[in-house]
């Protein structure tokens, strides 16, 4: 499926976690350079940022973040700083992508251009009352199987786009331990929406959504006891994407997985083991997710606001006395929707 | 992921709608021919059938099975007869190819082995209740990802493995004509669990199943009003793969779509169109989905043979009143549980 894509319509949107971003940029030159790039640097970051010329880049850093939102209590460090990237963009998508990231290539040996293959993700409809056994009824080649629903052929409007990778897949501290020299190296040529009711593990790695619809929902609402600037350190996206999940559920909207891949750089098994020390992620999830699967949303959330002031609501209720770190996410959520609607609700 | 398969435990079932079986036995011998083969020729097919020697064989055709079941509401003609072939097997899996499949290639250029694959399917966990981003976390170089909870790793047993087909795609008469030059060249090479609560469109052509477990839900219960020879013409593997769906979320089964792949000859789209006269599986579907996504068996039916029993019941009250047709889908359902009991309930 070809869709057309303006430079207008899409922001990019890079968490500055390390100096040097020239290797980052270069390489993604031939894809990024038309857009406008947000770059948000990491706040616990001191040096100064390295980003090469040729590109629409506007840097925003601790003080622009102190400056715009005053005192709040929403930690921006590490990963979530990206979020930050997400209030301040006037347009209409985002795309967001790791910077320790480069452009994959698919087996043919070509390039992949993530950004366009996430606009198409987006742009067109997500099918998520039934599964379509040849995945992506849309793709070119493509079509609805025998037994799909006339009714549902015409899909819903996909809202959210989560990417993948190859090389260094996005495992949690253990499993990098454990498999220290393992690679993934399975290029699965599909997408698919993920369907109603179905839960999935959102990665902030790779992701791409519809700012003006979801942006209310696209918050760092987790954060557990110890981050440090490691993927697997970190749970803000997981919970982010849940909550996506669920408010797209509940609204009629779809979110699907599977292309773009980008190419991961080598994790420290080591940094992992280090982190283990301190890290409380595996518990949390085992009380997360039959939580996720449980909830539902009245029918009065009829705005994605809405859906996410109610289901900060039943967080608090059913979640924080089990660990108050779930009272600070609904904190996080009810906070999120304010700053949302004093910065983050405008468009270009 | 390595399993073992012993010849002991799994029947291919193939449906006869066509005598020279020459050139499909041909090409799949390198991966049926260790195996007991059962062949249920189309009770409508007078010509004799045409079988090389080298194979392990049982021929049944329309004598067998009045001999065994005597009078019975259940039509067996066409690509129903297969499901005869379910009930007279011994073994704990099957596995069922359309006639006018064969073995397909990979993008290396590598002859698929159809069975050791579905039975790879079969025999490594399924799971249904979180979706794993990087497809079957089992797969050799994969596994979950982060934010996966560890108390779900475990899966539990997939019951139920739903092939893929090249070239010739399982499409409706009206896609068929629409899109007459379209072939499927996309192969995907992933696997992945069905997650819990979706409902997918089971195809017959290239399928797979725990047979001991799954064999109260194998029936062919839905039958439109005028069914041919052709895929295009048949919603009875639609309609058993919803139900299987129900029974295997209801009791904590799993279910998987994707590889194997097999290459399917192509349509005629002439006769698609011809079928569309007396068609009227279209207006079906768009009652039958919303009818699956809602029904929720009750926890008393604790046994396949039990929620089979209970969803023929609730066909009966729900779907009946719409369609005759449904009724005589309830007729079979719960006919085919008392042939299963007396006939298809032993093993080996």
């Known amino acids: 499926m070809t869709v057309e894509v303006h430079d207008s319509e899409v922001d990019i949107v890079i968490a500055a976690l390390q100096p040097n971003l020239t290797p980052f940029f270069e390489a993604w030159k031939p894809f990024f350079s038309r857009f406008h790039v947000i770059v948000v640097k990491d706040p616990e970051l001191a040096a100064e940022l390295q980003i090469p010329s040729g590109f629409d880049v506007k840097v925003y850093t601790k003080s622009d973040i102190q400056g715009l939102l005053g ?10 700083c990206r979020y930050f990237g997400y209030l301040v963009s006037r347009k209409k998508y985002v795309i967001s992508i790791d910077d320790n990231c480069l452009p994959a290539k698919d087996p043919a040996g070509m390039t992949v251009d ?9 742009k067109t409809p997500a099918t998520p009352f039934f599964f379509n056994t040849l995945y992506d009824p849309y793709r070119k080649g493509a079509d609805f199987v025998r037994g799909y629903p006339f009714s549902l052929r015409e899909g819903v409007e996909c809202m959210l786009s989560c990417g993948l990778w190859l090389h260094n897949a996005d495992y949690d ?13 399975n290029y699965v040529d599909a997408v698919m929406t993920v ?20 942006g209310p929902v696209m918050f760092p609402g987790l954060r557990i006891r110890k981050e440090g600037n490691h993927r697997w350190d ?36 080591g940094k992992a083991l280090e982190s283990l020390k301190d890290w409380e992620g595996v518990k949390l999830m085992d009380d997360v997710l039959p939580f996720f699967q449980s909830v539902k949303l009245s029918r009065n959330g009829v705005t994605v606001d809405g859906c996410v002031k109610e289901l900060a609501g039943i967080v608090r209720e059913k979640l924080a006395p089990k ?26």
């Open 234 to 269: 970190t749970l803000e996206d997981i919970w982010n994407g849940l909550c996506a999940k669920i408010v797209c559920d509940s609204l009629g909207y779809g979110m699907k997985t599977g292309l773009p891949y980008v190419m991961r750089s080598d994790a420290e098994a």
């Open 173 to 185: 501290p253990m499993t990098h331990v454990v498999k220290r020299n393992q690679r993934n190296t």
């Open 195 to 214: 369907p109603l009711g179905a839960m999935l593990p959102v990665s902030g790695i790779n992701v791409a959504f519809n700012r003006e619809v979801l």
């Open 114 to 122: 993530a950004v366009t293959q996430h606009m198409v993700n987006l």
């Open 323 to 348: 660990n108050p770190i779930f009272a600070k996410a609904a904190d996080a959520m009810e906070e999120w929707t304010k700053l949302w609607k004093s910065h983050g609700a405008q468009s270009a």
């Open 71 to 80: 005192a709040t209590s929403i930690n921006f460090s590490g990963h979530s």
